[in-house]
């Protein structure tokens, strides 16, 4: 496995300290030669904020997001495992406390909203932690 993720992107704003880079997130399956024919193949334009104060770059410009492969786990970690567990601990309790399975269901759904409004509220504490790097292409 590589040791970082890298995307080629577009600067489309240069804030104070910030530089927001424009992506295209593309799937794994896009290179395909059926890709226009596939509904499966998508691709999404995503903004990323990556700290910078070297000014060094310039809007329009075209640049290299880099960031560790390490982070995009602990990201998939945060958004889906820990969900996951939520959902499926819920369901197993109350199945062993003879709940109906409508009701461990909905109640495992509703305890990923106090979960995920904790996130919402560590969001400027995340941002710290997962932070990508620029470089400038040749």
Not at 15 to 42: L, M, N, P, W, Y
Not at 85 to 93: E, G, K, L
Not at 109 to 138: A, E, S
Request: proline residues 2%; hydrophobic residues 40%; glycine residues 8%.
């Amino acid at each position: 496995m590589s040791e970082s993720i890298n995307h080629n992107g577009i600067i489309t704003k240069i804030d104070k300290g910030t530089i927001h880079v424009r992506i295209i997130q593309k799937s794994a399956c896009s290179g395909c030669h059926a890709q226009g024919i596939c509904s499966a193949s998508e691709s999404k334009e995503k903004i990323i904020e990556v700290p910078d104060n070297s000014g060094i770059f310039q809007l329009n410009e075209e640049v290299l997001l880099c960031g560790k492969s390490s982070l995009g786990l602990q990201a998939v970690f945060l958004a889906f495992v820990i969900p996951l567990i939520i959902v499926c601990t819920t369901i197993a309790v109350g199945t062993y406390l003879q709940w109906e399975e409508t009701t461990s269901g909905l109640t495992g759904l509703i305890l990923l909203v106090p979960f995920y409004c904790i996130l919402y509220f560590l969001r400027d504490k995340l941002k710290k932690r997962f932070v990508f790097t620029l470089k400038k292409l040749n």
